[in-house]
């Protein structure tokens, strides 16, 4: 009985599907998208800055050889297939032919070879590749060849992040820019870059010569289609206003809203709320050049012990739909998602942490914390942690900067025991801050660079996620940083809106997207 | 006159020169720099480093300071490290959301605050007295920000008479209708500053009152209007006018609060976001001329004392 | 002169020292006003509205609001008298000097004036971001913009007074500069700074919540009125009683110094006008 009654529902549902997604018709064609952003970006070159505000306009006008599905796998974008011989060292990637820049010219090997030398030279994560290559070069019209010192997995992953990552521009752009940030903004993607008005908006138009791919649209791959005349990102750096904007209808569209507010908005008909996938994480470093913390991992991990994650995440980001405290360093809608030494995450016990400390020799030495307060989540976590690592009886020193202090500060190791920032969304294990040795922090044991050099060389993946998961259960030994956990950010826009999934990947995207088209 | 307005344009230059040195040196005691904030949180020390070259900032600071002097002599502002473009460019981006809310809100300040300062004096310490100063007194206690957000909910969001944030050039789009933008920001701005002038005048025409030759007026049996406006009013403007001239140079580039709660494209957020960038040029740029825009409103100022007080002779 | 005579004489003004008296009592008893820990943070209870436990509500952290404000009297009443006796302590020196000593003067006068060609919220803001967020740092950042506005009117004072006989007098027959200064110039300037400092104390306090509100006032983890309004701004539409609260006590309090200001100006010294209004 109660099987029918479930089959009858499940039919029920197939039906209300079928019938709404035959009324809903297609977004229309046209008009102007107002979407408020935090802040302007300094620049769009994808190669030199990790900004996410930067990506998430840049990807309009930008495409790299390879994008990520609904399932974060890299699959070809600019690139029509790839061929990878001799055990993994080399790999030959054909490019799709008659790929349109936003000037007229037909991309061809060329321009990817001198944008992914650039990017290699200059570019945020460009060394990550470059480092374990030994030569890249054109070996064709549309034919690129890279040849690996070693066999290299993460290629792929890294090819398709477009965040600091290797978008192809036009040769000519490339040889003007060097390591100075490109100033002219030709792409292939489709929009094309229009103008930028300081303070006002960032515009793009369609771009009608857009090479689209022909696959159905599967998260960042697949059919891009341009619907929108124009889009205007305008910067609203109050998160009130950007709320208070999308309500009274002077933006479609506002990203990054206040986490305590999303229930509210959530009832609200004027908005539709949209939560972005891609996990954001806190996350505190430790010193591992000098001071009290230095090779002290005894301490460290009486630091670690009393944390209690779900207060922190609960104060600073709000509903509990929009965090998740989890210990593994990659989310679990990636493969590489391990519980391998999350024990000792989150474990919020005073004793346990005063008991570590008396182990480790800790005698009250003061530690310095310093925290940014141009992002409010920065500082509601520290405050609870803060709180929370006083009354396990530390003595913390918690100061607090502007983020350009603190990045300045941050360099130089005598000034500071833990730090706090947060962590984007990424691909592959190997692009996570801490795996580089130059990141302040500076994580550097034997142990983890063997790990390191292992992960990097392992070509299957199933194996590679062994060794992620050693590292993983390293990091929680070792402690070169602490994870608050997941937290997701979420955006609002207007209900004319159509075609926004109800979730985006990494960052929100417009290709697909148009106003409900008006009977 | 004329030789006076000479000697005064002359002794700006040595100030000028002080406020430049002080300006650059202020700036570039901040910690933190331009490269970094730029690359952001996972640069590496070597691509900031060649970033911090590429910009110049790895030479001595004399040498950088005399770089960007030389440069303003010759009217070159330098280029805005965050917008790639001269710093000159990037504030006339900016100069007119600036000036309209400026001189609209001046506006609105001589209209509303001017008239009630008179007949506030005028009908001194009746019920109509005390309820304009008990109301501009409350006016010029609100925190700026808490007043725009409480108008922004009532007059855009709930009523939605008037747009939330933003600006759209008027310049570029020719749409006078676009001033509906700064109604909330001009009333926002207008309410503490005519509360401010309403004390102002009330308090400066009571003061002439007392003085002699009001009193010789009064004496010789001029009519009620004709004493107070000839006499009183007029006497009290040189106040009231060195207010207003100070009023507006703080409108013109101190309504951070204000334009970060709309959202508006001025001078103020221009500042305060290079500050948080570390946009050495442009910050530079926009508080030399704001020095150099309040030492001509000084002027100005002062020259308007001779106009309205006969008395006053600049030789 | 008694003070609380001429107050006494005015309603209202009895109505701002009492204010002024709560608001007091709030910083020097917090801790037998307070209900709670003002710092003690329960997430569970994040943002209840006002209720017979929580009589304020609770904040974003799950804090007491009422406790905050109670508190926050502290942290706020500081900063604003910590703003004072900095810009009329060097105000009163600086321009007594170069009022007194003619030969520093166009020296000092000169950078006063280009001090005051900066925006005052800019220049506080610059000097905030050198020195960092800290109690006294913001203080030293606002107080700077109020010290050359001091500075002008002692100076002006000081010019004004040297020229009245007395003190010619004092002069002439060989009185040492000091004990002029400290006998004959500051006695007859006491009233108007004694005013010019009311006005100081009403307008530094919501210069200090601007500073908040950009992110560069006193740091958030030391409760004050200002950090309080800018923290709670963003739950305006969610949870209004983060701000209502703190609001109140910036909006009476600078009331209450205003009409204090007022009552003291027309009372003390009925022909200083000063030019501190306009500003």
Same mark, same amino acid.
């Given at each position: 009985m109660k099987g029918r009654k479930l089959l009858v529902f499940l039919a029920a549902c197939v039906c209300l599907v079928l019938v709404g997604g035959a009324a809903t018709a297609a977004p229309a064609k046209g008009g102007v998208l107002r979407m408020a952003v935090i802040d302007e970006p300094p620049t769009l070159d994808q190669h030199v800055v990790t900004s996410d505000l930067t990506t998430m306009i840049a990807q309009h006008i930008f495409e790299g050889l390879y994008t990520f599905n609904a399932k974060y796998a890299p699959v070809p974008l600019l690139v029509k297939s790839d061929e990878v011989k001799d055990g993994g060292k080399v790999v030959v990637l054909h490019l799709r032919d008659g790929v349109k820049f936003h000037n007229g010219k037909v991309m061809d090997a060329e321009d990817v070879l001198a944008s992914l030398n650039r990017w290699g030279k200059f570019g945020a994560r460009g060394p990550v590749l470059f480092g374990n290559l030994e030569k890249v070069e054109a070996t064709g019209k549309l034919d690129i060849t890279m040849t690996f010192k070693a066999p290299f997995a993460p290629w792929k992953n890294l090819l398709a992040f477009l965040n600091g990552g290797p978008v192809i521009y036009p040769k000519d752009v490339v040889a003007t820019a060097e390591k100075k940030p490109i100033e002219q903004y030709i792409g292939t993607g489709p929009y094309k870059f229009a103008e930028r008005n300081p303070g006002r908006y960032i515009k793009l138009v369609r771009f009608d010569d857009y090479a689209s791919r022909t696959e159905p649209a599967d998260g960042y791959s697949g059919k891009r289609e341009a619907l929108f005349d124009e889009i205007r990102f305008i910067p609203v750096?109050?998160?009130?206003?950007?709320?208070?904007?999308?309500? =009274?209808?002077?933006?479609?569209?506002?990203? /990054?809203?206040?986490?305590? +507010?999303?229930?509210?908005?959530?009832? #609200? !008909?004027?908005?539709? &709320?949209?939560?972005? /996938?891609?996990?954001?994480?806190?996350?505190?470093?430790?010193?591992?050049? &000098?001071?009290?913390?230095?090779?002290?991992?005894?301490?460290?991990?009486? @630091?670690?012990?009393?944390?209690?994650?779900?207060?922190? @995440?609960? &104060?600073?980001?709000?509903?509990?739909?929009?965090?998740?405290? %989890?210990?593994?360093?990659?989310? !679990? *809608?990636?493969?590489?998602? *391990?519980? %391998?030494?999350?024990?000792?995450?989150?474990?919020?016990?005073?004793?346990?942490?005063? =008991? +570590? =400390?008396?182990?480790?020799?800790?005698?009250?030495?003061?530690?310095?914390?310093?925290?940014?307060?141009?992002?409010?989540?920065?500082?509601? $976590?520290?405050?609870?942690?803060?709180? /929370?690592?006083? #009354?396990?009886?530390?003595?913390?020193?918690?100061?607090?900067?502007?983020?350009?202090?603190?990045? $300045?500060?941050?360099?130089d190791p005598a000034q500071w025991d833990i730090f706090f920032t947060h962590h984007g969304f990424v691909p592959d294990p190997v692009l996570y801050t801490f795996m580089s040795e130059s990141y302040p922090g500076w994580w550097t044991t034997e142990t983890k660079r063997a790990l390191a050099k292992e992960f990097s060389a392992t070509m299957d993946d199933a194996a590679r996620k062994l060794v992620w998961d050693k590292i993983q259960a390293l990091a929680y030994e070792e402690v070169p940083v602490i994870k608050t956990g997941d937290h997701f950010t979420y955006d609002i826009y207007s209900p004319k809106l159509d075609g926004l999934s109800a979730s985006s990947l990494i960052w929100p995207k417009f290709w697909g997207v148009g106003f409900k088209a008006t009977k | 006159m004329i030789a006076y307005i000479c000697r005064r344009f002359l002794s700006m230059i040595p100030s000028l020169f002080l406020a430049s040195v002080i300006v650059f040196s202020f700036i570039h005691f901040i910690p933190g720099d331009p490269a970094q904030v730029m690359l952001g949180d996972q640069a590496t020390p070597e691509r900031v480093q060649q970033l911090r070259e590429s910009m110049g900032l790895d030479r001595p600071l004399y040498v950088q300071y005399a770089k960007w002097i030389g440069g303003v002599l010759r009217g070159d502002m330098g280029q805005s490290i965050f917008f790639h473009k001269p710093v000159l460019d990037v504030i006339a981006d900016r100069a007119e959301t600036s000036l309209l809310i400026a001189v609209f809100s001046m506006i609105l300040i001589i209209v509303v605050g001017v008239p009630i300062g008179i007949l506030s004096a005028v009908r001194c310490n009746s019920r109509l007295d005390q309820l304009f100063s008990g109301a501009s007194m409350f006016f010029a206690s609100i925190p700026t920000f808490w007043l725009g957000l409480n108008l922004m909910l009532l007059f855009a969001v709930t009523l939605k008479w008037l747009p939330t944030s933003g600006f759209p050039s008027i310049v570029e789009s020719g749409d006078w209708s676009n001033l509906r933008y700064l109604v909330l920001p001009c009333i926002t701005l207008a309410a503490p500053n005519s509360a401010l002038i309403i004390r102002l005048t009330r308090s400066s025409m009571l003061d002439v009152a007392r003085a002699d030759y009001v009193k010789t007026a009064w004496a010789k049996g001029l009519s009620e209007g004709s004493v107070t406006m000839r006499h009183i009013f007029r006497n009290s403007l040189i106040s009231v006018v060195s207010a207003l001239g100070f009023t507006f140079v703080a409108l013109l580039a101190g309504t951070v609060v204000t334009e970060t709660v709309f959202s508006l494209p001025g001078v103020g957020r221009l500042v305060v976001e290079s500050l948080l960038r570390r946009d050495y040029p442009t910050i530079q740029g926009v508080i030399l001329i704001v020095a150099f825009v309040y030492m001509l409103v000084n002027l100005l100022v002062d020259l308007s004392f001779a106009i309205l007080d006969p008395r006053i002779r600049y030789s | 002169m008694n003070i609380l005579a001429v107050f006494a004489r005015r309603k209202i003004a009895l109505f701002g020292l009492a204010v002024i008296g709560v608001m007091l009592a709030f910083a020097i008893f917090a801790p037998l006003i307070a209900t709670m820990d003002p710092q003690e943070m329960n997430p569970v209870d994040k943002l209840t509205p006002p209720n017979g436990i929580y009589l304020f509500g609770t904040d974003n952290f799950g804090r007491d609001i009422f406790s905050r404000v109670v508190y926050g009297a502290r942290a706020s009443l500081l900063g604003s008298t910590g703003v004072i006796l900095f810009s009329m302590t060097l105000g009163v020196l600086t321009g007594v000097v170069a009022g007194y000593f003619r030969r520093v003067e166009p020296w000092l006068m000169r950078l006063v004036d280009v001090l005051m060609a900066f925006p005052p919220l800019l220049l506080a803001l610059v000097l905030v971001s050198i020195l960092g967020r800290g109690m006294i740092n913001v203080i030293v950042a606002v107080g700077a913009t109020y010290l050359t506005r001091t500075t002008r009117i002692v100076y002006g004072l000081t010019l004004k007074v040297r020229e009245e006989a007395y003190v010619e007098a004092a002069v002439s027959s060989g009185t040492r500069v000091r004990d002029i200064i400290l006998r004959h110039l500051l006695p007859n300037m006491m009233s108007p700074i004694i005013v010019q400092a009311t006005f100081t104390f009403a307008f530094s306090l919501l210069d200090m919540a601007a500073l908040d509100f950009l992110g560069l006032g006193i740091p958030p983890s030391i409760p004050s009125w200002g950090n309080m309004l800018s923290e709670g701004r963003m739950y305006i539409t969610r949870a209004p009683w983060l701000l209502t609260f703190p609001g109140m006590c910036i909006v009476l309090t600078v009331l209450a110094f205003n009409l204090a200001g007022d009552v003291l100006r027309d009372r003390l010294d009925p022909h200083f006008r000063s030019r501190i209004e306009g500003v």
């Open positions: 750096p109050d998160v009130g206003t950007r709320v208070n904007g999308v309500k =009274a209808g002077d933006y479609d569209y506002a990203e /990054q809203i206040l986490g305590d +507010l999303f229930d509210s908005l959530k009832a #609200d !008909d004027a908005v539709v &709320t949209t939560v972005n /996938q891609g996990a954001t994480q806190g996350l505190m470093f430790f010193n591992s050049k &000098t001071g009290p913390l230095k090779e002290n991992f005894k301490l460290r991990r009486a @630091l670690q012990a009393a944390m209690n994650m779900e207060a922190v @995440l609960r &104060t600073a980001v709000g509903p509990k739909e929009l965090w998740k405290a %989890s210990g593994s360093f990659m989310p !679990d *809608s990636t493969t590489w998602y *391990s519980k %391998s030494g999350v024990d000792a995450f989150s474990n919020g016990s005073a004793e346990k942490a005063k =008991a +570590l =400390a008396k182990e480790a020799g800790y005698a009250g030495e003061k530690i310095t914390l310093m925290a940014s307060t141009s992002y409010k989540f920065h500082h509601d $976590s520290t405050m609870v942690l803060v709180k /929370q690592l006083k #009354d396990a009886g530390f003595n913390i020193d918690y100061q607090i900067y502007d983020w350009a202090t603190l990045i $300045s500060k941050r360099a | - | -």
